[in-house]
């Protein structure tokens, strides 16, 4: 059986736009505000929804946000909201 060519690869040449590793500089660590901020978001969020559920129907925007037991309760939607984007900077933590 004949025997395939064998081809030969060219030299890998970085591209000059491209800076090196060596050029990159590192990201460096959070702020400390940012971690706090991240947490508070996602405190604010556990705490909402724990006092929803424990007097949600005697707080006024509470019982307009949907807190009476009539409709559609959008408490649950902002202590949620406030908890995922909490988490969602924890992403962008280092």
């Not at 925007?61 to 924890?90: A, C, P, R």
């Amino acid at each position: 059986m004949p025997k395939s060519k064998v081809r030969k690869k060219a030299a890998y040449t970085q591209p000059k736009d491209k800076p090196s590793p060596a050029q990159a500089r590192a990201a460096g660590p959070s702020h400390p505000l940012y971690v706090g901020v991240m947490l508070g978001f996602m405190v604010l969020g556990l705490i909402w929804l724990v006092v929803n559920y424990l007097a949600g129907h005697q707080i006024g925007f509470m019982v307009w946000l949907g807190g009476d037991g009539s409709g559609f309760n959008y408490n649950f939607v902002v202590g949620f909201v406030l908890i995922i984007v909490g988490l969602l900077m924890t992403m962008r933590w280092r």
